[in-house]
Nanobody
């Protein structure tokens, strides 16, 4: 069984910063992509940032230049550094991990999400 747990959310003023963490644990042989999504009330879930096992990154247009994704492969953990936060960044942030089992099967596991609220 694999678990994905996000942490680091909270309340911050506009212009401030937060750092989210997402740790995967369990019967994982290797991790491929690690992805952050977010969903605000009444809106579709959207891609925030993604990082591959090789370190290639991709960002949603609304966060480019403000958010930075990174990962620690030894800890099976991905981070999202969020700077210059805006009220429109308010959402539940979800982590998604694409991993491979020892039987060479690929799976995607989602975390439960962490709330980020940015006040104006």
């Amino acid at each position: 069984q694999v678990q994905v747990v996000e942490s680091g959310g909270g309340l911050v003023q506009a212009g401030g910063s937060l750092r989210l963490s997402c740790a995967a644990s369990g019967s994982i042989f290797s991790i491929n992509a690690m992805v952050w999504y977010r969903q605000a009330p009444g809106k579709w879930r959207e891609l925030v940032a993604a990082i591959t096992s090789g370190g290639s990154t991709n960002y949603g247009d609304s966060v480019k230049g403000r958010f930075t994704i990174s990962r620690d492969n030894a800890k099976n953990t991905v981070y999202l550094q969020m700077d210059s936060l805006k009220p429109e960044d308010t959402a539940v942030y979800y982590c998604n991990v694409e991993w491979t089992s020892v039987r060479d099967r690929s799976y995607i596991t989602w975390g439960q999400g962490t709330q980020v609220t940015v006040s104006s």
